[in-house]
């Protein structure tokens, strides 16, 4: 079955980084369109990026643009979010999803970030 | 950008209750719209796809539909399993939004 599994959160000061990573299974990883999501109890769920199945297109939520990069190890059947210049308001539970059909039918557990000095 | 607009924010509702969800767009959207599950410490679960679809392995208590700015989340009779948090979700290309959540709670 479609697996999805996050790693990488914890607590960062801000001004820090931190790489999240996604590692899939269950499905061929190289064919599907995968996006990064994040939720907070203030301002609910955030669409943060995107990367095309092949890595060549790339989108991100304005919030993030600039600091944050996502990319993609098909060979590894694995997701990456590098998050540079941390603020406290990007403290959330990162999600990485699977699109289907505009939405997403396959969610990672989540990963807390936490940005707190 | 598109607003998405969830009503009602709360719903008290008992077991076999027929229950509505509202999310209304800001602009047309037409079809491209998504309705989640979620459950506390828990991803969100994929209910319904453009507008109507319904998810492989979903109950057919839930179903959805509308389209252009105003969609609707019915779960036929509610069970024990269903009070959870609701959510919406336009796709516009590639950017998402969501709505704010509606809480289905005992009543």
């Known amino acids: 079955q479609v697996q999805l599994m996050e790693s990488g959160g914890g607590l960062v000061k801000p001004g820090g980084s931190l790489r999240l990573s996604c590692a899939a299974s269950?499905?061929?990883?190289?064919?599907?369109?995968m996006n990064w999501i994040r939720q907070t109890p203030g301002k609910g769920l955030e669409w943060v990026s995107y990367?095309?199945?092949?890595?060549?297109?790339?989108f991100y939520a304005d919030s993030v643009k600039g600091r944050f990069t996502i990319s993609r190890d098909n060979a590894k059947k694995s997701l990456y979010l590098q998050m540079n210049s941390l603020r406290v308001d990007d403290t959330a539970v990162y999600y990485c999803?699977?699109?289907?059909?505009?939405?997403?039918?396959?969610w990672g557990q989540g990963i807390l970030v936490t940005v707190s000095s | 950008d598109i607003q998405m607009t969830q009503s009602p924010s709360t719903l008290s509702a008992s077991v076999g209750d027929r229950v509505t969800i509202t999310c209304r767009a800001s602009q047309s959207i037409t079809n491209w719209l998504a309705w989640y599950q979620q459950k506390p410490g828990k991803a969100p679960k994929l209910l319904i796809y453009?507008?109507?679809s319904l998810q492989s392995g979903v109950p057919s208590r839930f179903s959805g539909s509308g389209s252009g700015t105003e969609f609707t989340l019915t779960i036929s009779s509610l069970q024990p399993d269903d009070f959870a948090t609701y959510y919406c979700?336009?796709?516009?290309?590639?950017?998402?939004?969501f709505g704010q959540g509606t809480k289905v709670e005992i009543k």
């Open positions: 453009k507008a109507s």
């Open positions: 990367i095309s199945s092949r890595g060549n297109t790339i």
């Open positions: 979700q336009h796709y516009n290309s590639y950017w998402w939004t």
């Open positions: 269950g499905f061929t990883f190289s064919d599907y369109y």
């Open positions: 999803a699977r699109e289907f059909r505009g939405s997403s039918s396959d």
